[in-house]
């Protein structure tokens, strides 16, 4: 029984450790090609960009976007602008 309490807690585990979608705020930075800055070394492109109906052209430089990125980060989705009070 101690071998199966064992491996349940392992799956258990490593269920809770996988991060399906994560989060982040990010700057436009150039607008065409739109580069968008996430922190001082990452930076995404139109190409790692996936719009949503919110975002079909143009998005000005400065502005701050929420953004989701797929798992394993390859793709990001564009989900809405950040407005400073």
Do not use: N
Request: proline share 2%.
């Amino acid at each position: 029984m101690q071998f199966f309490e064992i491996i349940k807690s392992s799956i258990l585990h490593s269920i809770q450790s996988l991060k399906f979608v994560e989060t982040y705020i990010g700057e436009v930075v150039e607008e065409q090609p739109i580069k968008i800055k996430i922190d001082d070394k990452i930076f995404i492109t139109e190409d790692e960009i996936i719009r949503t109906s919110k975002f079909p052209d143009l998005i000005e430089r400065g502005t701050k976007l929420l953004i989701i990125s797929e798992t394993g980060g390859q793709k990001f989705f564009l989900i809405d602008t950040i407005l400073e009070i």
